[in-house]
């Protein structure tokens, strides 16, 4: 996303990270996943400056907090990936948004070709709600050695590759090997064993349930 580069190094002057994120989830109600399954490994990319903003916007939000529905579902399909291989790992990108944070994810990315890719917060995404989760497989070595399953883009990559749907064309097209295929059939199959969904745009993001269903059930987190 290097056409976004100005508007980061304006935005890094120009706002401050919301901080107390975590003390306010967890009166809400939201569940720290890895206090249900301790085995869960999070990388919060936006707790970090590893995400194409370039700035940490979670401020100290450093664990993954999901709606405890959710969370109980996230637990059953780490379960049944566990199944396939007692190594796997589910790697955890990013789980509970608030709306705060996509405003600023908004404004970096409106007018561009990745608008496609950002939620407008004024009709909300299911991150507000802590209702969907971004991830990906890790396979955990004897050693502690963490390797990530080839996916066949990075995490966040707003490029035709990342898109499930359109796996079948890609892999005729040599665009994705036979292997990152598999390892993201491994994701979802995993995943659907939890009841999530995958969404069609990108490998790594899993729906619990509908936006309209999170806005019915769950408040926000602003």
Known sequence: MTHLIA??????????????????AKQMGFVNVRELDPDLMVDLKYSSNDNFMKMDVYGDL??????????????????SLRQIDSRYRFLIFDG????????????LVKGTPDQAY???????????????????VALLLTDGTVVHLNMG?????SIEEAQPRLEPALLK????????????QLLRRAM????????????????????????????PLQ
């Not at 450093?62 to 379960?79: D, F, G, I, P």
């Not at 939890?194 to 490998?203: A, Q, Y």
């Open 192 to 219: 659907n064993a939890g009841g999530f969904k995958v969404l069609p745009i990108e490998w790594w993001h899993f729906n619990a349930f509908s936006l309209a269903e999170a806005k019915r059930r769950i408040k």
């Open 118 to 136: 950002v939620a407008n917060p004024a009709s909300g995404t299911i991150h507000n709600y802590g209702a969907d989760v971004d991830l990906t």
């Open 153 to 157: 883009t990075p995490y966040d990559a």
């Open 96 to 107: 509970l948004r608030p709306v705060s944070v996509q405003w600023i994810m908004w404004k």
């Open 173 to 184: 097209a040599g665009r994705l090997t036979q292997e990152q295929v598999s390892n993201r």
């Open 7 to 24: 508007a980061t190094l304006w935005l890094c002057l120009t706002v401050t990270p919301p901080s107390g994120i975590a003390v306010i």
């Open 62 to 79: 450093k664990e993954c907090y999901l709606e405890r529905s959710v969370a109980e579902r996230l637990k059953r399909a780490h379960t």
